[in-house]
């Protein structure tokens, strides 16, 4: 990808410090009218192009599946709207168009991820792309906004939504798609629609009302609602944004209301500003190299290393260990019923790895489900939780895999912690070849390419609609 | 670790069970009258906000992002996907303040069945009947799950549990069988609001939206089944157990289930105000008929009523929202307008110097005794001291409206109506229509009738 010419700002603006005039919020709305693109570090940009590609291709790649299919032919049609429903020959409106695109965003659960919030015990991380992509995306095509105004608001919109995550600790049973990073939808929106000040503040002060409570439950249990979460939430993100339009009004304190009592029962305001403008989030987040659930990480990033120091023929498995720390320990299910469940079963991801050397998009989708092959590894694997492990969390994610040979060598690799992440990035090449692995079963190979030179050169794009009419098949 | 969705015996498939059996000739009768007095009066109120300039805009936005624009928006011309649709009504219905409620639960469910259930009986061209069926079935789950439920210290029903009821009709109206509508209500469950009550103390209208929501939200539930989705094995239990709330009856769910008919058990209001201002409006209406005298003869004026109404007491409100849950203003503007609607809770209403002055003579404080008796009762007894020394008193056990208490007969119910429908409407347009809605179980094709509903 082409790199953006950095143009070195000449001022640095002071942080905005709440005080008793201004609270978090209207810290984070003045940041996120006033932020412009020559005001962003090149790294910062670098990295707002691979998440805006990576999540393109994670689109795509979930926009195939039947039920997200179904829900796509639903709420769009050909010319049925100003907003492109990717990977279909399909428009709709900005609600219907986000609502759809985040839903197939998370279908493979092989979408970026922000680091998650601090402190004891660890929480699941949050996916702000996969709300705000659509929401950003969406908005831009009604407006036919630049390519340079469109990457601005994906790195405010990032921002705004992972620094009220980082503020704050969502209840543990609750799945952190649809909630936080809505704000990051309806701000990227609102930013795009050239909101000022006020209207940004109520805007996302609205999307904090606009919070759902996502069970943790259907992830475990493989119910596919899980992957509508972050298309309603990227929905209710520009719906925010319009009834902000429409001059509804938010609590005074909304922030305080829903994310210091009722969905998260600690707040820390001062924490949601602290290095505003110099810090961005979407420098802190990961990509995934594998399309499951990010805490079984460690444990196939372990077992990828392990084959490939020791090739072990799968048949000759007899048994694996994976000691690893609490959240990923839960994910036992060495027999998922669903692709989604496949994705929340460190046995199946685990096994996916030693049996087909890969645990890409394919080792999940509900036709991998009989591979044969991978199921009757998964049953040999068993999964527990070391305390130490669990200790160890945040800062590190271990997991230790030993494999165990019907002949009786035993063989054993261990992870700290797994790729993806600040600080063990993928390759840039490694990511547009999982964003070519994804794209080119459903747009082909030429576009897929064409996709990759324009992203690479967004900043300098007249028309955002020159990068989506790439979304949808050739021929369409 | 997938298990059948069907588990055979727990409260869920009887829940489903029984209510994807109603069909009003197997139904008591009263019950069928009670659905029809909820079709009508829910109707009313979502039109009477219809012309509110926020709900114009907002009509235009959901017209504007629809892509089968089936289902009319009542009470305007324009049409719009059902879920979207439902969205307008919902957030117009509680707008007012005049839509009825549960008082056992705590909640509104009518609205949500109405917002949802017109949008998805026009889009599915159904009958009357199924629309009142639907309407009664989506009552009966949600205010079940209401009396079992204990949210969240700091929730609001809003865009709550109430919204399992547009879940529940929308299921229905598209021919759902037990299992489909069991998983409609699971996926809905996720997809449920963590709504805020300090929203309505403090006026922000984002709380009428949170019915909207709520009310689109069922209706993507439905949809969302239709395109082969799937929800957790038991999603009440999980979110309004632990998540959105902390602690779940199951037993009340089926509590007398088939015997006593939750609809049967709720408000209607003719006070455009929150319902727990009710009781002291009513006493101070039973005394100022009782006795003669000016608002400018009162030198105080104080309420004792229950712990919730009590908190409803900032005598400076300062929007309209604000004022509705503001228990001085109301009962103020009564006094001196002579009336408890609509026009009590306007901006000219709130800049009234009359009314503000006279709000700020009225204390209100909680009484233990009385909070002990809801929701049995919800008490609340007013004394007005004149200027000249006098003292009248009066207080009310429960709020007029109520089926066990004064409740309104379907004159008054209709009188309601075109009092509300006749401004969006015309008068004639809203005469036709209510004597359609009396009717409703005779039309055959809502699709073909839905012009009555629109301007």
Redesign the interface.
């Known amino acids: 990808m082409a790199g953006y010419e950095l143009i070195v700002k000449s001022e640095h603006k002071g942080p905005c410090l709440p005080n008793q005039e201004k609270d978090a919020v209207d810290c984070l709305a003045e940041y996120a009218v006033s932020t412009r693109l020559e005001d962003l570090p090149c790294e910062v940009l670098e990295h707002a192009r691979l998440v805006f590609l990576d999540t393109l291709g994670v689109i795509m790649g979930g926009s195939i599946e039947?039920?997200a299919s179904?829900?796509a032919h639903?709420?769009?049609?050909q010319g049925?709207?100003p907003c492109t429903i990717i990977g279909h020959d399909l428009q709709?409106?900005?609600?219907?168009a986000t609502l759809v695109n985040g839903t197939a965003a998370t279908w493979l659960d092989f979408d970026s991820g922000h680091r998650p919030p601090p402190g004891k015990p660890l929480l699941p991380a949050a996916h702000p792309p996969v709300h705000l992509v659509p929401a950003a995306l969406a908005a831009a095509e009604a407006r036919g906004a630049s390519g340079a105004e469109f990457l601005t608001a994906l790195v405010v919109g990032y921002d705004i939504g992972a620094r009220i995550g980082l503020a704050s600790r969502l209840?543990a049973?609750?799945?952190p798609h649809?909630t936080y990073h809505n704000i990051s939808a309806a701000s990227a929106a609102a930013r795009l629609e050239g909101a000022d000040v006020i209207r940004m503040k109520n805007t996302i002060a609205?999307a904090v009302?606009?919070?759902?409570?996502?069970?943790f439950?259907?992830a475990?249990?493989?119910?596919?609602?899980?992957?509508?979460?972050a298309g309603?939430g990227s929905m209710?993100g520009m719906?925010a944004a319009?009834?902000a339009?429409?001059?509804?009004?938010?609590?005074?304190d909304?922030l305080g209301?829903?994310y210091g009592?009722?969905?998260s029962p600690w707040l820390d305001p001062e924490r949601a500003v602290e290095r505003l403008g110099r810090q961005y989030e979407i420098t802190q987040g990961f990509i995934k190299p594998f399309a499951a659930c990010r805490f079984a990480h460690p444990a196939v990033e372990a077992a990828e290393k392990l084959i490939k120091k020791h090739p072990v023929d799968p048949d000759d498995i007899d048994a694996v260990e994976v000691m690893t720390f609490d959240w990923a320990a839960s994910l036992d299910?060495q027999?998922?019923?669903?692709d989604l469940?496949a994705k929340f079963s460190v046995p199946w991801a685990v096994a996916a790895m030693l049996v087909r050397g890969s645990a890409g998009a394919d080792e999940f989708r509900s036709v991998a489900l009989r591979d044969e092959r991978i199921r009757a590894v998964a049953v040999r694997i068993r999964v527990k939780e070391d305390p130490r492990h669990s200790a160890a969390t945040p800062q590190k994610r271990p997991a230790r895999v030993t494999l165990k040979t019907r002949h009786g060598e035993v063989y054993t690799a261990e992870v700290e912690r797994s790729g993806g992440g600040p600080d063990a990035p993928l390759s840039k090449e490694m990511v547009l070849n999982k964003f070519r692995s994804l794209a080119e079963p459903v747009i082909g190979h030429e576009q897929s390419e064409a996709v990759i030179d324009k992203v690479g050169i967004i900043g300098d794009i007249a028309d955002i609609r020159d990068v989506t009419r790439l979304l949808i098949p050739p021929g369409s | 670790m997938m298990q059948p969705n069907e588990q055979s015996d727990d409260f869920l498939n009887a829940l489903t069970g029984f209510v994807t059996s109603i069909t009003l000739d197997r139904i008591p009768s009263s019950v069928v009258k009670t659905g029809r007095r909820v079709l009508v009066d829910t109707t009313g109120v979502i039109l009477a906000a219809m012309d509110e300039p926020q709900i114009q805009t907002l009509a235009g936005q959901m017209a504007d992002a629809s892509t089968a624009p089936c289902s009319s928006i009542l009470g305007s011309h324009q049409q719009a996907d059902a879920m979207w649709a439902a969205l307008v009504h919902g957030t117009a219905g509680v707008w007012h303040e005049l839509d009825g409620g549960h008082r056992f639960s705590g909640g509104h469910p009518a609205i949500y069945a109405m917002a949802a259930g017109l949008a998805v009986a026009e889009r599915q061209a159904v009958s009357g009947r199924q629309l009142l069926e639907a309407i009664i079935a989506g009552y009966e789950v949600a205010a079940r799950v209401g009396l079992a439920t204990t949210l969240r210290p700091g929730m609001d029903t809003h865009g709550s549990w109430p919204a399992l009821a547009a879940a529940t009709a929308a299921g229905l109206l598209m021919g759902y069988d037990r299992s489909r509508l069991r998983e409609t209500l699971n996926v809905f469950t996720s997809l449920n609001l963590a709504s805020s009550n300090r929203t309505a103390y403090e006026g922000a209208t984002v709380r009428n939206a949170y019915a909207g929501f709520g009310a689109a939200m069922g209706v993507l539930a439905a949809d969302l089944v239709n395109d082969g989705f799937t929800g957790e094995r038991d999603g009440i239990s999980t979110i309004f157990g632990n998540i959105a709330g902390v602690f779940l009856d199951a037993e009340k769910i089926l509590e007398d289930l088939g015997e006593r008919w939750e609809i049967e058990r709720g408000y209607f209001r003719i006070h455009a105000c929150a319902r727990c201002i009710h009781p002291a409006l009513d006493a101070l209406i039973s005394i100022s008929k009782a006795h003669d005298f000016l608002p400018e003869e009162i030198e105080r004026l104080d309420v004792r009523t229950y712990s919730l109404a009590a908190t409803l007491n900032d005598a400076a409100p300062q929007n309209p929202l604000a004022a509705r849950f503001s228990l001085p203003h109301a009962l103020a503007s009564y006094l001196v307008l002579r009336a408890t609607g609509v026009a009590n809770y306007s901006q000219k209403a709130l800049q009234d110097d009359k009314i503000r002055a006279l709000a700020r003579r009225i204390a209100v404080n909680a009484d233990r005794g009385m909070t002990r008796r809801t929701p049995a009762q919800r008490p609340a007894s007013v004394r007005v001291v004149l200027r000249d020394g006098k003292t009248l008193e009066a207080s009310a056990a429960l709020a007029s409206g109520e089926y066990d208490h004064s409740p309104f007969g379907d004159e008054e119910l209709s009188k309601k109506f075109l009092s509300l429908a006749s401004d969006p409407l015309g008068k004639q347009k809203a005469t036709d229509l209510l004597d359609k809605l009396w009717h409703f179980d005779t039309v055959a094709d809502i699709a073909e009738e839905s012009h009555l509903f629109t301007k």
């Open positions: 039947p039920q179904d829900m639903r709420l769009g049609r049925g709207g709709s409106s900005k609600l219907n209840r049973e609750i799945h649809g609205l009302h606009l919070q759902i409570t996502p069970s439950e259907n475990f249990q493989g119910r596919t609602v899980r992957n509508v979460y309603v209710a719906l319009q009834l339009k429409a001059n509804f009004s938010p609590e005074h909304a209301s829903i009592g009722i969905i299910d027999k998922p019923q669903t469940g």
